[in-house]
């Protein structure tokens, strides 16, 4: 799937479709990226990695920090190739999505960190 015209969508954008009588008789008219099927793709894979590695992963928070990275990146990534409004940011075009998106990376980063070093701390004592 590389482009959907999204027919019948519930929020009657786009052109009306020849024929159809129905409430919601509108498809887009330029095909966009089907993301919500990427998206379905990429966190199944990121499910079945996080499950691979759950026993594997000692130290408390690790894993919630592992989750928030892929999350933002995957989102990220998704609101590169998504139709939305964009905000000038230090310089930067992004989406409110992306700097979430963001957002969720660093905190990943800062949890994934501090939880490492707590579990330091704990065994010097």
């Keep these: 799937m590389v482009a959907y015209t999204y027919p019948k969508n519930v929020n009657a954008d786009g052109i009306k479709i020849a024929g159809d009588t129905d409430e919601h ?3 887009l ?15 199944t894979i990121f499910f079945l990695l996080l499950w691979a590695i759950r026993k594997k992963i000692k130290i408390a928070g690790v894993m919630f920090s592992i989750y928030l990275i892929l999350n933002g990146t995957e989102r990220f990534l998704v609101e590169k190739i998504r139709v939305n409004d964009h905000y000038s940011t230090a310089g930067y075009s992004l989406s409110q ?17 501090w939880s490492l070093y707590q579990k330091k701390i704990a065994n010097l004592d």
């Design 29 to 43: 008219p330029l095909p966009v990226f089907p993301t919500p099927f990427y998206e379905t793709v990429l966190c």
């Design 25 to 27: 008789n509108r498809m």
């Design 97 to 113: 999505a992306q700097i979430i998106a963001i957002s969720l990376i660093i905190c990943g980063a800062v949890l994934a960190s």
